[in-house]
């Protein structure tokens, strides 16, 4: 014959089980000109069509080339173990019978995590001869956590192996026989891999559990992988998935078991879309949740923290604090994204340990320059958000930037400069850090948006580095059309971040001879709802200053509280004084000679861990000296200590640290 009879495809039966009767030997019958076999999706589980949104790779071949087609004629096949073109495949088969023990299949896992590409995969399934279904499942699985990238794999060509198009084969044939755990966990797996949702192998797997479901014997783990499996065949609207919320929801959750409890989190963050309508079962999972917190791992810790993130659950505090203090333990040990996930939440609640610091200062530094830059990015980030001025942290995270800057995207180099900025800290190695910055600016100006642009430069000038050259372009109109955007409106805070940019440049360097920024996109004021540019005076220390200002100065008249001055900043106090050094009444503005600016630092104004001016103040009083205000400082480390008796002395050499007075009343 001019056509050989090939096994394409793996020929068993159910489990290694011997047939009695006939069972379908599959041939490949291929046109004389060979050409590149279509994705798995299509031949191994007999699809019609491919959807190429899914990772295939489907051929876009002459119209004159007929499409291989699979042939099926009786046979009697004795073995149902896989032989495909002789020894090119490992031998093994599905059983129910002599099940592999609990210590092969632990053995197997442990394996298979030690695999670093889904090549070593296929090398551990040929060293086996027997496997169950749930091992079947899970190499698909890790193939999935090898190769997936955003939504498509990163080389879809593994699909095609032989070994694949085994497992596919066998899950197909014998879906009605897998168990529940091995059914469910194909088909998630399946999804993973981007498998075509109409391929014969989709279809049976989704007919399958769905008759499973309508059983109600599924337990409450395998419900959650069968509903996110359909989650991501169907989306949130799935029927199917509506169904496994009833059956999840007459549970108890005091009665599960901890996977099963963080598997029903991991399930409920993906279908998170209607508020409150899972309110009650969430409230009755916190409260289990904080009983078994400390016997989380860190992938539990991490799961758990991130549902409560994306269902924004603010009721949790306590499940949260929990959280919190078992991630202590596990810092050392989280991955990248497991790390990433906690930061974000504990950014998200706003909540922070100092233990949990004390252990990302050990850590950080070890991981700095090996870590995923995601993960990286959200270390700094975190430690900017929560006001967390660690020079162990920061320096490190510093030099790892200079040595691998071109790593980073632009998005992770805005939030790098800016909590640098937000921070006003100044690594040991800021020239080279900001060279690097530079060096990122002159070469990628255009992939940064416009927003995460503004936010860099408007940084930098934070810890007193202009880049002018780059500014000159921001105050552009083609630029400033860029930040209007489609709404033809600016955010109140871009304006206010443009305004101070302008005022710096301005102020700080006098050399700038480039574009204007427009009066219209100016702010009056950088004190706002919300302003993220100046802090507001804290009103109890306030209360406390005024009193003993009046008692300073003998009446309420001789000064001003929270002055706008024409520079757009709110001064907390100002005090005119005439060329004699005489104070003025607030209200006179003839024959003033200076004026003092009374800045009433509160703790808010500082960095949470050390008496340290937050990048935002830092500019704000130096930016006021240049204007010709005599800055004077009340920290609240130094007021709060005073008793009621000492404030007026304490205000007076503060105020007037060269004038001698007779009398303290």
């Known amino acids: 014959m001019a056509l050989k009879l090939v096994r394409s495809f793996p020929l068993l039966g159910p489990f290694g089980v011997r047939f009695l009767g006939p069972v379908c030997r599959m041939r490949l019958l291929a046109t004389s000109s ?9 031949l191994c589980t007999s699809a019609r069509r491919c959807v190429q949104r899914h990772g295939c790779r489907k051929l876009q071949q002459d119209c004159r080339t007929a499409l291989s087609t699979v042939a099926r004629e009786p046979s009697v096949f004795p073995s149902s173990s896989v032989g495909l073109h002789g020894d090119s495949v490992p031998r093994f088969r599905l059983t129910q019978l002599h099940l592999p023990s609990a210590a092969d299949e632990q053995g197997f896992q442990q394996s298979l995590q030690t695999c670093s590409s889904s090549w070593q995969v296929f090398k551990l399934l040929h060293s086996l001869e027997i496997l169950s279904d749930t091992m079947a499942a899970a190499a698909l699985h890790r193939v999935a956590d090898l190769e997936q990238e955003d939504s498509a794999l990163r080389d ?20 009605k026989r897998l168990t529940e755990a091995g059914l ?4 998630l797996a399946c999804t993973r891999l981007f498998l075509d949702p109409c391929s014969t192998l989709m279809v049976r797997l989704v007919t399958e559990s769905r008759a499973r479901l309508d059983g109600g014997q599924m337990t409450v783990g395998q419900l959650c ?9 169907e989306g949130p609207d799935s029927s199917t998935l509506e169904e496994v919320m009833k059956q999840i929801q007459k549970q108890e959750p005091a009665q599960w078991s901890l996977p099963d409890l963080v598997a029903v989190y991991s399930l409920l963050q993906g279908c998170a879309g209607e508020d409150g309508k899972y309110s009650n079962l969430l409230n009755a999972m916190h409260s289990h949740a904080v009983t078994v917190t400390s016997r989380m791992d860190p992938s539990a810790v991490s799961g758990v923290l991130s549902a409560l993130l994306t269902l924004n659950q603010l009721q949790a505090m306590p499940l949260l604090i929990s959280l919190c203090k078992q991630a202590v333990r596990h810092v050392p040990y989280f991955s990248d994204e497991e790390l990433s996930h906690v930061l974000g939440a504990l950014m998200h609640f706003g909540h922070s340990d100092h233990y949990f610091v004390e252990e990302m200062e050990k850590h950080v530094p070890s991981i700095a320059f090996t870590a995923h830059p995601e993960t990286v990015a959200k270390v700094v980030q975190f430690f900017g958000h929560r006001n967390i001025l660690s020079p162990t942290v920061l320096d490190a995270v510093a030099e790892s930037f200079v040595y691998r800057a071109n790593d980073y995207s632009t998005r992770q180099v805005t939030r790098h400069v800016v909590a640098f900025g937000k921070l006003g800290y100044l690594p040991p190695n800021a020239g080279q850090l900001f060279g690097k910055v530079e060096a990122i600016l002159s070469t990628r100006f255009s992939q940064f948006q416009p927003q995460a642009l503004l936010n860099l430069l408007h940084a930098c000038t934070l810890v007193e580095r202009f880049p002018v050259n780059f500014v000159a372009k921001v105050f552009r109109s083609s630029f400033l059309q860029q930040m209007l955007g489609q709404d033809l409106v600016i955010d109140w805070s871009v304006l206010a971040k443009l305004t101070q940019l302008y005022l710096t440049v301005k102020l700080e360097c006098p050399f700038y001879e480039g574009p204007k920024l427009f009066p219209k996109y100016r702010v009056k004021s950088f004190s706002s709802a919300g302003s993220t540019l100046e802090t507001p005076v804290d009103p109890h220390l306030y209360n406390l200053v005024k009193v003993g200002l009046v008692d300073l100065l003998g009446d309420r008249s001789y000064f001003a509280s929270k002055v706008l001055t024409p520079y757009c900043y709110m001064i907390d106090v100002e005090i005119k004084l005439d060329e004699d050094g005489f104070v003025l009444p607030a209200s006179q503005t003839d024959d003033v000679y200076k004026r003092i600016a009374l800045c009433i630092d509160g703790r808010k104004r500082y960095t949470t861990n050390v008496r340290r001016l937050l990048g935002k103040e830092a500019i704000k009083q130096r930016h006021l000296r240049l204007l010709g205000y005599e800055i004077v400082q009340i920290p609240y480390y130094e007021f709060e200590k005073l008793h009621k008796a000492s404030v007026e002395k304490y205000l007076h050499k503060k105020l007037f640290p060269h004038t001698y007075r007779l009398s303290w009343s």
Do not use: N, W
């Open 156 to 175: 879809p060509s593994v699909l095609e192996s032989d070994t694949i198009r085994a497992l596919c084969f066998q899950l197909e044939q014998d879906s």
């Open 34 to 42: 060979p050409g590149p076999s279509s994705c798995v999706a299509c």
């Open 225 to 233: 992988t069968l509903g996110q499996a359909m989650l991501a065949l």
């Open 184 to 187: 469910v966990s194909a088909l």
